[in-house]
Protein backbone atom coordinates (compact mmCIF):
# COMPACT_ATOMS: atom_id res chain seq x y z
CA UNK A 1 0.00 0.00 0.00
CA UNK A 2 1.25 3.60 -0.85
CA UNK A 3 2.04 6.11 1.85
CA UNK A 4 -0.84 7.96 2.86
CA UNK A 5 0.82 11.18 1.42
CA UNK A 6 1.11 9.79 -2.31
CA UNK A 7 -2.68 8.64 -1.87
CA UNK A 8 -3.95 12.24 -1.06
CA UNK A 9 -4.24 12.99 -4.81
CA UNK A 10 -6.52 10.30 -5.54
CA UNK A 11 -8.46 10.94 -2.60
CA UNK A 12 -9.22 14.47 -3.56
CA UNK A 13 -9.65 13.32 -7.35
CA UNK A 14 -12.49 11.01 -6.04
CA UNK A 15 -13.80 13.57 -3.20
CA UNK A 16 -14.12 16.19 -6.33
CA UNK A 17 -15.32 13.97 -8.79
CA UNK A 18 -19.05 14.15 -10.57
CA UNK A 19 -20.87 10.80 -9.74
CA UNK A 20 -23.23 9.61 -12.44
CA UNK A 21 -27.25 10.14 -11.44
CA UNK A 22 -29.65 6.87 -11.05
CA UNK A 23 -30.81 5.98 -14.30
CA UNK A 24 -27.99 8.05 -16.32
CA UNK A 25 -27.08 5.42 -19.14
CA UNK A 26 -23.33 4.38 -18.79
CA UNK A 27 -20.96 3.35 -21.43
CA UNK A 28 -21.58 0.24 -23.12
CA UNK A 29 -18.10 -1.92 -23.69
CA UNK A 30 -16.18 -1.18 -27.22
CA UNK A 31 -16.87 -2.92 -29.91
CA UNK A 32 -13.81 -4.41 -31.82
CA UNK A 33 -12.14 -2.40 -33.64
CA UNK A 34 -12.74 -3.16 -37.64
CA UNK A 35 -10.40 -0.21 -38.86
CA UNK A 36 -6.65 -0.55 -38.11
CA UNK A 37 -5.32 -0.17 -35.04
CA UNK A 38 -2.80 2.79 -35.82
CA UNK A 39 -3.24 5.57 -38.33
CA UNK A 40 0.16 7.70 -38.30
CA UNK A 41 -1.19 11.42 -38.82
CA UNK A 42 0.38 13.38 -41.27
CA UNK A 43 2.73 15.68 -40.12
CA UNK A 44 1.60 19.40 -40.52
CA UNK A 45 3.65 21.68 -43.01
CA UNK A 46 7.09 22.57 -42.71
CA UNK A 47 7.10 26.11 -43.01
CA UNK A 48 4.55 27.91 -40.73
CA UNK A 49 1.30 28.48 -42.15
CA UNK A 50 0.09 32.16 -42.39
CA UNK A 51 -1.28 33.31 -38.88
CA UNK A 52 -1.66 36.03 -36.65
CA UNK A 53 0.53 36.88 -34.25
CA UNK A 54 0.61 35.66 -30.55
CA UNK A 55 -0.69 38.57 -28.94
CA UNK A 56 -3.38 38.94 -31.68
CA UNK A 57 -4.21 35.43 -30.64
CA UNK A 58 -4.41 35.89 -27.29
CA UNK A 59 -6.32 39.13 -27.86
CA UNK A 60 -8.92 37.20 -30.44
CA UNK A 61 -9.90 34.04 -28.09
CA UNK A 62 -12.97 33.72 -27.02
CA UNK A 63 -14.84 30.69 -25.63
CA UNK A 64 -17.19 29.82 -28.94
CA UNK A 65 -20.48 27.26 -28.53
CA UNK A 66 -21.93 27.69 -31.74
CA UNK A 67 -20.29 25.50 -33.49
CA UNK A 68 -21.48 25.03 -37.19
CA UNK A 69 -23.30 21.93 -37.49
CA UNK A 70 -22.23 21.38 -41.44
CA UNK A 71 -18.57 22.06 -40.72
CA UNK A 72 -15.85 19.38 -41.36
CA UNK A 73 -12.29 19.86 -40.71
CA UNK A 74 -9.47 17.93 -42.46
CA UNK A 75 -7.26 15.73 -41.20
CA UNK A 76 -4.21 17.81 -41.40
CA UNK A 77 -5.81 20.55 -39.73
CA UNK A 78 -6.24 18.54 -36.66
CA UNK A 79 -2.44 17.06 -37.11
CA UNK A 80 -1.21 20.42 -36.53
CA UNK A 81 -3.55 20.69 -33.71
CA UNK A 82 -2.46 18.24 -31.56
CA UNK A 83 1.11 18.78 -32.68
CA UNK A 84 1.08 22.20 -31.64
CA UNK A 85 -0.84 21.47 -28.54
CA UNK A 86 0.93 18.42 -26.84
CA UNK A 87 2.96 17.29 -29.48
CA UNK A 88 6.72 17.52 -30.63
CA UNK A 89 7.79 20.26 -32.00
CA UNK A 90 11.93 20.48 -32.50
CA UNK A 91 15.30 18.51 -31.17
CA UNK A 92 18.35 19.61 -30.92
CA UNK A 93 21.41 18.19 -29.07
CA UNK A 94 20.04 18.54 -26.07
CA UNK A 95 17.21 16.01 -27.09
CA UNK A 96 13.84 16.21 -28.25
CA UNK A 97 11.26 18.67 -27.40
CA UNK A 98 7.44 18.97 -26.97
CA UNK A 99 5.05 21.82 -27.08
CA UNK A 100 3.94 21.65 -23.10
CA UNK A 101 6.14 22.04 -20.26
CA UNK A 102 6.32 19.09 -18.16
CA UNK A 103 7.61 18.28 -14.24
CA UNK A 104 10.55 15.77 -14.79
CA UNK A 105 10.14 15.81 -18.11
CA UNK A 106 7.28 13.04 -17.46
CA UNK A 107 4.49 14.25 -19.41
CA UNK A 108 1.21 12.83 -17.60
CA UNK A 109 -1.18 14.51 -19.80
CA UNK A 110 -2.58 12.44 -23.08
CA UNK A 111 -4.75 13.58 -24.94
CA UNK A 112 -8.05 11.65 -26.74
CA UNK A 113 -9.62 12.68 -30.36
CA UNK A 114 -13.30 12.33 -30.12
CA UNK A 115 -14.02 12.69 -34.13
CA UNK A 116 -17.31 13.80 -35.26
CA UNK A 117 -16.94 15.72 -38.67
CA UNK A 118 -13.03 14.95 -39.53
CA UNK A 119 -12.61 14.29 -42.91
CA UNK A 120 -10.67 10.81 -43.77
CA UNK A 121 -11.04 10.12 -39.89
CA UNK A 122 -14.32 7.69 -38.99
CA UNK A 123 -16.35 9.00 -36.30
CA UNK A 124 -14.69 7.32 -32.89
CA UNK A 125 -12.45 7.69 -30.18
CA UNK A 126 -8.77 7.95 -30.96
CA UNK A 127 -5.94 8.27 -28.46
CA UNK A 128 -2.83 10.43 -29.58
CA UNK A 129 0.81 9.13 -29.12
CA UNK A 130 2.32 12.38 -29.11
CA UNK A 131 6.28 10.73 -29.84
CA UNK A 132 5.27 8.95 -33.01
CA UNK A 133 2.28 11.37 -34.22
CA UNK A 134 -0.48 8.61 -34.76
CA UNK A 135 -3.36 7.56 -33.57
CA UNK A 136 -5.18 4.29 -32.05
CA UNK A 137 -8.85 3.48 -33.08
CA UNK A 138 -10.75 2.90 -29.01
CA UNK A 139 -14.41 3.36 -30.07
CA UNK A 140 -16.55 3.57 -33.31
CA UNK A 141 -19.57 5.94 -33.51
CA UNK A 142 -20.83 8.74 -32.76
CA UNK A 143 -22.73 9.49 -29.44
CA UNK A 144 -23.96 12.92 -29.67
CA UNK A 145 -26.70 12.36 -27.33
CA UNK A 146 -24.10 10.67 -24.51
CA UNK A 147 -22.06 13.42 -24.59
CA UNK A 148 -24.51 15.93 -24.04
CA UNK A 149 -25.80 13.47 -20.84
CA UNK A 150 -22.22 13.01 -19.76
CA UNK A 151 -21.37 16.56 -19.77
CA UNK A 152 -23.94 17.77 -17.60
CA UNK A 153 -26.48 18.93 -20.23
CA UNK A 154 -23.82 20.90 -22.68
CA UNK A 155 -25.60 19.98 -26.02
CA UNK A 156 -22.41 22.38 -28.14
CA UNK A 157 -19.39 19.61 -27.17
CA UNK A 158 -21.76 17.24 -29.66
CA UNK A 159 -21.97 19.64 -31.80
CA UNK A 160 -18.04 20.44 -32.78
CA UNK A 161 -16.41 18.80 -35.20
CA UNK A 162 -13.74 17.08 -32.74
CA UNK A 163 -13.03 17.07 -29.38
CA UNK A 164 -10.18 16.83 -27.13
CA UNK A 165 -9.95 14.75 -23.97
CA UNK A 166 -6.90 15.42 -21.90
CA UNK A 167 -6.50 12.40 -19.82
CA UNK A 168 -3.81 12.35 -16.71
CA UNK A 169 -2.00 9.26 -15.40
CA UNK A 170 -0.66 10.37 -11.93
CA UNK A 171 1.86 7.31 -11.05
CA UNK A 172 4.26 8.79 -14.11
CA UNK A 173 5.05 11.92 -11.72
CA UNK A 174 4.46 9.74 -8.57
CA UNK A 175 8.01 8.16 -7.78
CA UNK A 176 9.50 11.67 -7.72
CA UNK A 177 7.06 14.12 -6.65
CA UNK A 178 4.21 11.86 -4.38
CA UNK A 179 1.32 13.55 -3.88
CA UNK A 180 2.51 16.81 -5.08
CA UNK A 181 2.64 15.86 -8.80
CA UNK A 182 -1.10 15.86 -8.63
CA UNK A 183 -1.00 19.64 -9.25
CA UNK A 184 1.72 19.54 -12.31
CA UNK A 185 -0.27 17.18 -13.55
CA UNK A 186 -3.20 19.57 -13.64
CA UNK A 187 -1.22 22.18 -14.77
CA UNK A 188 -0.03 20.36 -17.72
CA UNK A 189 -3.74 20.17 -18.84
CA UNK A 190 -3.44 23.30 -18.50
CA UNK A 191 -0.77 24.22 -20.55
CA UNK A 192 -2.29 21.88 -23.20
CA UNK A 193 -5.69 23.25 -23.40
CA UNK A 194 -4.07 27.08 -23.47
CA UNK A 195 -2.07 25.86 -26.43
CA UNK A 196 -5.49 24.28 -28.03
CA UNK A 197 -7.36 27.63 -27.15
CA UNK A 198 -4.84 30.01 -29.13
CA UNK A 199 -4.30 27.82 -31.99
CA UNK A 200 -8.20 27.83 -32.39
CA UNK A 201 -8.48 31.67 -31.93
CA UNK A 202 -5.39 32.07 -34.67
CA UNK A 203 -7.56 29.71 -37.01
CA UNK A 204 -10.71 31.94 -36.25
CA UNK A 205 -12.83 28.71 -34.69
CA UNK A 206 -14.71 28.44 -31.67
CA UNK A 207 -13.34 26.23 -28.58
CA UNK A 208 -15.10 25.46 -25.57
CA UNK A 209 -13.94 24.07 -22.47
CA UNK A 210 -15.13 22.37 -19.76
CA UNK A 211 -14.41 20.78 -16.72
CA UNK A 212 -17.82 19.40 -15.71
CA UNK A 213 -18.53 16.44 -16.65
CA UNK A 214 -19.64 12.55 -14.90
CA UNK A 215 -15.99 10.87 -14.76
CA UNK A 216 -16.57 7.50 -14.46
CA UNK A 217 -19.09 7.67 -17.60
CA UNK A 218 -16.59 9.87 -19.49
CA UNK A 219 -13.50 7.38 -18.17
CA UNK A 220 -14.94 4.51 -19.15
CA UNK A 221 -15.85 6.42 -22.75
CA UNK A 222 -12.54 6.73 -23.34
CA UNK A 223 -11.30 3.54 -22.56
CA UNK A 224 -9.22 4.75 -19.96
CA UNK A 225 -6.19 2.20 -18.09
CA UNK A 226 -7.18 2.13 -13.93
CA UNK A 227 -4.88 4.66 -13.22
CA UNK A 228 -5.94 7.22 -15.84
CA UNK A 229 -8.26 9.61 -15.45
CA UNK A 230 -9.87 12.68 -17.23
CA UNK A 231 -8.86 15.98 -16.75
CA UNK A 232 -10.38 18.17 -19.00
CA UNK A 233 -12.50 18.66 -21.88
CA UNK A 234 -12.03 21.06 -25.40
CA UNK A 235 -14.18 21.35 -28.53
CA UNK A 236 -13.20 23.09 -31.26
CA UNK A 237 -13.92 23.96 -34.39
CA UNK A 238 -15.73 26.59 -37.03
CA UNK A 239 -18.39 28.65 -35.65
CA UNK A 240 -19.70 31.51 -34.95
CA UNK A 241 -17.61 33.65 -32.50
CA UNK A 242 -20.08 36.19 -32.39
CA UNK A 243 -23.27 34.13 -30.63
CA UNK A 244 -24.64 35.18 -27.14
CA UNK A 245 -23.41 33.21 -24.50
CA UNK A 246 -24.61 32.66 -21.39
CA UNK A 247 -23.86 34.79 -18.85
CA UNK A 248 -20.79 36.83 -19.07
CA UNK A 249 -18.27 36.47 -21.84
CA UNK A 250 -15.24 34.10 -21.40
Given amino acids: MLPIEENAAMVFHRQTSMQPVPGMPMPEPPAPAAA ?13 LPAPSLEQAIT ?8 DPGAQITLDALAR ?23 GAAYPVDALVISQRVCGLAPGVYAYDAVAHS ?31 LVGTQGRLQARYAAR ?3 YMLFEAGHVAQNLCLLGAS ?15 MDEFLVLAPATRTLYLLA ?7 APLPGAQR
Avoid: I, N
Fill in 236 to 242: AGPGDLD
Fill in 60 to 67: ARRTGRAF
Fill in 81 to 103: MLQLSLGLTSSDAHGVHRAVPSA
Fill in 36 to 48: PAALALPLPPALP
Fill in 203 to 217: QGWCVQAAGGFVDRA
Fill in 181 to 183: GYR
Fill in 135 to 165: LSLRRQGLFPRELTCWTLGQPWMAHAPMMLA
